[in-house]
């Protein structure tokens, strides 16, 4: 099963160097400029443990063996508006 967005948000919060503007970003899921797309990331992750929606397309990703949404990371979101409003709907 794929992790949960609470588990995403954490998995963000491991000292990594962000910068923004020459500036270290010390907490990035808490920034006004990172935040918000943080929680729509988490709130698709969540979406892949919601029992109700058991037809989402998941896949494998490897080397984890963790199963993600299929198209979450793609450039262009799920597939376009009418694949967004379908798998979100």
Do not use: C, K
Not at 71 to 79: C, D, I, M, V
């Amino acid at each position: 099963m794929t992790r949960s967005g609470d588990e995403y948000v954490r998995g963000l919060r491991d000292g990594r160097t962000v910068l923004l503007n020459g500036e270290r970003v010390a907490d990035v899921t808490t920034h006004p400029a990172f935040a918000a797309g943080i929680r729509t990331v988490a709130q698709l992750y969540d979406l892949a443990h919601d029992p109700r929606r058991d037809d989402l397309p998941l896949a494998a990703r490897w080397p984890a063996d963790q199963q993600v949404l299929a198209g979450a990371a793609h450039p262009r979101g799920l597939g376009g508006a009418a694949v967004r409003d379908q798998i979100l709907g």
